[in-house]
Structures are given as C-alpha cells and as structure tokens.
C-alpha cells in the first residue's frame, strides 16, 4: 500500500499538488500535456490539471488490470472494509476536498459542496457495508448435483464523470465496483478534476496501489481511448446525452456492458389537495436552484393545479428572492455559480428562446451579485418560464440551468399525459394528500425513480436510474452493484 500524506488545509495548495500528473498505481505521473481550469466564480485560473494522451491513458488501464487479481483475491468482507474505512477518511477531511470543489465548480460552499462531500463519504461506507452480499444461489436443477452461481468482478471498470456532481457521482460508480472485486479507471471532468484527484487521494491510503487509479483529459482523446481499451471490461457513464450515444457504441464494439446516465426533464404535478408550503419547499430543493440547476434529476417542469397556481407562484417568487446569489467560498451564499462560459450561453439562448414566444412569461428572481471581482457573466437568477407551448424547445428538452417551467392544468390525465410527453424517464414527483391519486400517478409516470410529497436527491439504497433516453441501468444500490458490477457464473457438480 503506498502511503499518502494528509492534504493540506489550504485547497491552492491542494490543486498545485495535481498539477499535470494523473494518480496512477498509487503514484502522481507527470503527463506531457495540462490543460487549465477555471474557477467560474472569477474566470481566473486556478491550476493545470493533466491532458492525458491516449498512451498515458493506456497506462492507467495497465496499472487497473496488474491490481486485478491480487484485489479480487481478497476476502469480500477484506475489501468492504477498506472501502468503509476509505469513506470514514474521506469525511474526516471533507472541508478541504469541498474548498477544493466549490473553487473549481463554482458552487457554493455551504449549500452544495459540504453536501456532497457527506453524500460521497456515506456511499463508500454504504457499499463497503454491502460486501457480504455478493452471494451467489443454489439451483435445484438435479437431487445428485449441487448447481449454484457465483458473482465474480468483471475485470477493470472505466468510470467517466462529468462536472455537476462529480464527487457523488464518482462513487455512486467506483464504490460498488471497488467492493465486487473490480479495479477502477476513473476519468475525471475536464472543467473540475481536482477535487477527484484530492478524494481519489484520500481513498488510496486504503487501497493497494493500482486498484483506484484517476486520469483527466478531454472526451475525443481521453475518453475516447479509455472506452476503446481493449482492457476495459465494463464502462459507467454519466453526462449528455450525445456523448453517451458515443460511449455505448464504443461498449458495443467490443461487446462490453455499458451503464449510462444522461439527463432529464423531470416533472413535479402538484394536486390540488397538496399541501402548499411542502410543494413550495419542494419545488426550490427538487429544482435544485441552489446549485444552479444543474442536476439530471433537476424537477425542472412543474405541473400546477389551477386552484393553487398562484399562490404557489407568489410563494415560489417570494421565496426565490430571497436566495442570495454570491461568491460561492461566502459562508452567506446560497447559489453560486453555473461552471462555464459555454453552459451560461446554452441556458442563456433557452430562456430568450421563451422570451421570444408569443404569450410566454419570463420571472427572474433573486439579484445577482455586484462585485468587480466575481466574474458577472457566470452567475445566473433562478427563472421561472410560463405560459409555453407543451412542445416549445424550453418544456422538452434539458437545459442544465437554474429554469424551470411552470405549467397550469385543471385535467388530471392530460397531465399524466403531458409529463410522459419527453424523450426522458429519470424521475417524477407528485405532490397530493390522497393516497388513491398517488398509487395511481405512480403507477402511470414513466420515469425510473418517482417520489410522492419529497423530492429527495439521490439516497444510498434507493435505485436510482432512468427510462427512455435517460440512460440504462441503475446506481446507488445493491441491486447496482450486483447487476452493474459483477457477473454471473453458474456451476453444476455431479460426483454421481
Ligand atoms: P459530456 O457528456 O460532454 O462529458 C461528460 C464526460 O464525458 C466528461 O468527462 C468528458 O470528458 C467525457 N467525454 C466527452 N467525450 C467523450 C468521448 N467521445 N468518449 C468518452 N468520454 C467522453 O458532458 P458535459 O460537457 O460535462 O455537459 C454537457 C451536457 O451534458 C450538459 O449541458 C447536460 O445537459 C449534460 N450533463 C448531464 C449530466 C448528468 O448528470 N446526467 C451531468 C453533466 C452534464
């Protein structure tokens, strides 16, 4: 096992520490190239973070691959107590990885980052708690046999990440696949990379070397590479949905399983017998507005029943303004920013694409901060869009942003209808005092993870994954980790 020290409290230092190197096989290798990144907040750089090639790719899956069978070897047990132990040190070092996450990202410290850190750390503990259930059966396929399966690791997992969440992200993919038996190559996101590296760090002090292994890069040479390895024995994805498309083909190619991850437009009905404060609180968590909207889960279409539409409007607005938008350190912050320029002119053009049709209401709320040293163009107010056609670009597609849209209806099943109405399924809430009205909503939503009167992030064991174009297959459980991480293999014996 190599030794890691301690990070330093300081995150500046902490990001200088990965300058241009990947962590592979325990170790910091240089990479020929590095390419900066910002924090959104000020547009200044913050440091260099390794571009790798496709050879220096190619080095990460050969250090995976040489850990392989040492680390399968062990006892499951042995290894979900690493795991755990890895997830307790995460935690203890929480803030430094959380600074590290809201100067790259951009989001704020206080509301977002101490938060996912604590999500991150409680994974690892989750799955290392789990490893006892990596159990096969027994098959009465014959009196004189004794047939049973086995779960083995399917060899070296390629974990690709985007920036929104990376951290819960990050381990919603390498904890299961680190307690099956696997070894892991993790791709990092090239707008926020450090704060991987600096939890990757912390969780190979529990590891031996070459069992986590962390590289960063951009998606056509990086990426790219990593998913045609043909040492790469399954890939997890979570980002667009176009990449994704990519990244399944490059699976299919070599006849490897591939779990994607792609997005939503997930819709939140609100009844007429539900209770408004909740719906209210629930909107403002669901939509993720703190984080700038930018969530795959975000409840970003918000179905309101006309009794109630316009107090839930005056409530949703009043509440809203009082979100202060500012530097995202500021323990004062609620929301900071969105991570790049690129994404802030993609929402932009959504919402002027609402302003621009006949009828449509455009609500701005909260104020943007006014600092000569934030940068202005990164920081957006919570908009709320009315009035739209079901089929306007702003209703069906993702926008990744702090833009919900608000929708009026007074007929339930037009309803259930126009919330099936996208090309996704991740989530759906609905928000009603009957039970008879949420049994039958539940059953009709098309969407992988539906809750009734919560909208509540992702939770260690609670299935979460999508339908339709938001993705295949499933995280943050044992069913996850077995059908996702493992395969089976069925033996029969006869002595007869
Ligand atoms: P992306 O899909 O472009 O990138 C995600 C990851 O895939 C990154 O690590 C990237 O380097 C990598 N990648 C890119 N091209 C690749 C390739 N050819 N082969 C292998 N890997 C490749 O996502 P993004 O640029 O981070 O965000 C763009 C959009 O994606 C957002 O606007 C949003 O709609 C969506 N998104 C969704 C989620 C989610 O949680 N579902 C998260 C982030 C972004």
């Known amino acids: 096992m190599t030794h890691v ?32 990144v910002l924090n959104p907040a000020t547009g200044k750089g913050i440091g260099m973070a390794a571009a790798s090639s496709a050879d220096e790719t190619a080095a990460a899956v050969a250090a995976a691959k040489a850990a392989g069978a040492g680390w399968a070897a062990l006892p499951a047990r042995e290894r979900g107590k690493r795991i755990a132990a890895a997830g307790r040190a995460l ?45 096969g059966e027994t098959v009465p396929f014959h009196p004189r046999s004794l ?38 190559v993790v791709k990092a996101a090239e707008e926020a990379p450090f704060a991987t590296y600096a939890a990757a760090d912390i969780l190979m002090r529990h590891l031996p070397a070459g069992v986590l292994n962390v590289i960063n890069g951009d998606g056509p040479t990086c990426g790219a590479a990593l998913t045609a390895h043909e040492d790469v024995a399954k890939i997890t994805f979570t980002g667009s949905e176009e990449v994704g498309e990519t990244v399944y083909k490059a699976g299919a190619e070599r006849i490897i399983p591939v779990s994607l991850e792609l997005g939503g437009k997930s819709p939140m009905i609100i009844c007429a017998d539900a209770d408004l404060d909740k719906t209210v609180t629930g909107a403002i968590a669901g939509m ?22 316009d107090a839930f409007l005056a409530r949703l607005t009043a509440q809203l303004d009082a979100l202060t938008i500012g530097d995202p350190m500021d323990e004062g912050t609620d929301v900071g920013t969105i991570i790049s320029a690129r994404q802030a002119e993609v929402i932009s053009a959504y919402v002027e694409k609402a302003e621009a049709t006949e009828g449509a209401r455009v609500i701005r709320c909260a104020r943007l901060p006014d600092s000569p040293d934030l940068s202005p163009d990164l920081f957006l107010q919570p908009t709320l869009l009315l ?21 009026k209806w007074s007929d339930y099943d037009a309803v259930i209808a126009c919330a099936n109405a996208t090309r996704y399924g991740l989530a759906a809430t609905v928000w009603t005092g009957a039970l008879s009205t949420a049994l039958d909503a539940t059953a009709r939503l098309n969407a992988g993870y539906v809750q009734v009167n919560q909208n509540l992030t992702i ?38």
Request: charged share 20%.
């Open 5 to 36: 020290p301690h990070l330093s409290a300081d995150p500046a230092d902490v990001i200088a520490s990965y300058a241009q190197c990947n962590l592979l096989g325990g170790t910091r290798i240089p990479t020929a190239a590095g390419m900066e």
């Open 147 to 184: 047939t049973v399966t086995t779960r083995e690791p399917l060899g070296v997992v390629a974990a690709i990440l985007p920036w929104n969440v990376p951290l819960v992200l990050m381990m919603l993919k390498i904890a299961p696949a680190l307690v099956a038996g696997n070894t892991v």
């Open 387 to 407: 009035d739209l056609p079901e089929d306007h670009p702003c209703v069906q597609e993702e926008i990744f942003g702090p833009v919900a849209v608000i929708q």
């Open 459 to 496: 939770q260690p064991n609670v299935s979460y994954g999508g339908f339709g174009r938001s993705g295949l297959g499933k995280e943050a459980s044992l069913e996850a980790m077995l059908e996702h991480f493992t395969r089976k293999k069925t033996i029969v014996l006869n002595f007869d």
């Open 91 to 135: 935690a203890a070092e929480a803030e430094t990885v959380a600074r590290v996450l809201c100067l790259e990202t951009g989001k704020a410290l206080r509301t977002e980052c101490r938060g996912e850190l604590s999500v991150a750390a409680d994974l690892l503990e989750f799955y290392g708690g789990l490893a006892s259930e990596l159990k």
């Open 288 to 309: 993720r507005f703190t984080r700038q909207g930018q969530s795959c889960t975000a409840a970003s279409r918000i179905y309101v029943h006309e009794s109630l539409f």
